[in-house]
């Protein structure tokens, strides 16, 4: 089964046939996957100015840019995922979810059926499915805290037990034959 959270814990959104690329709708998931929601719509209205390229992985297509590898701006499709995550953001605000604390936990797009074209034009025409769930995560403060309060509590019985060391020394007895 999946690691997904449940219908109470996340929401989620569908994007079906959609008129965009599958290869570059699955360059921007793997972008977008594991990040808070406010920054991954930062990241498209940025692919969208053409200000940050996404990094395409596979493929030789891609020239490069500067700062990384491979990369193009899939205008189109960074437009369609951002009007996904618009949505999933409302769905989430719905469900009386804090939107500064969403995560995308899942984002996946796939190939849908192609339908010939009809007319002059031939061949099939491209559409793809993309799917978004998010949850709320605590903030990294509180997890930092935590972390500190966990080292903390280690130092202090290391202390403690190098105190108990040095009061009561162990003593050798002596075997009689």
Do not use: W
């Amino acid at each position: 089964m999946t690691n997904y959270p449940s219908e109470q814990e996340g929401a989620r959104a569908f994007g079906r046939y959609l008129p965009i690329s599958t290869k570059h709708s699955v360059e921007i998931c793997n972008a977008l996957r594991y990040k808070p929601l406010l920054r991954a719509e930062i990241i498209l209205q940025d692919v969208l100015d053409m200000k940050k390229a996404i990094a395409f992985r596979k493929g030789r297509e891609a020239p490069h840019k500067p700062g990384m590898g491979p990369g193009k701006y899939p205008i189109k499709a960074a437009g369609a995922i951002l009007n996904i995550l618009k949505s999933v953001e409302k769905n989430a605000v719905s469900k009386n979810m804090d939107q500064k604390n969403l995560k995308i936990v899942h984002i996946s797009a796939s190939k849908a059926s192609r339908p010939m074209r009809y007319g002059r034009v031939r061949g099939h025409s491209k559409k793809t499915h993309v799917y978004v769930i998010v949850a709320e995560f605590a903030k990294k403060t509180d997890l930092s805290n935590k972390k500190v309060d966990q080292k903390t509590e280690k130092k202090e019985i290391k202390n403690v037990d190098s105190k108990i060391q040095k009061q009561a020394p162990i003593q050798k007895m002596e075997v009689k034959k």
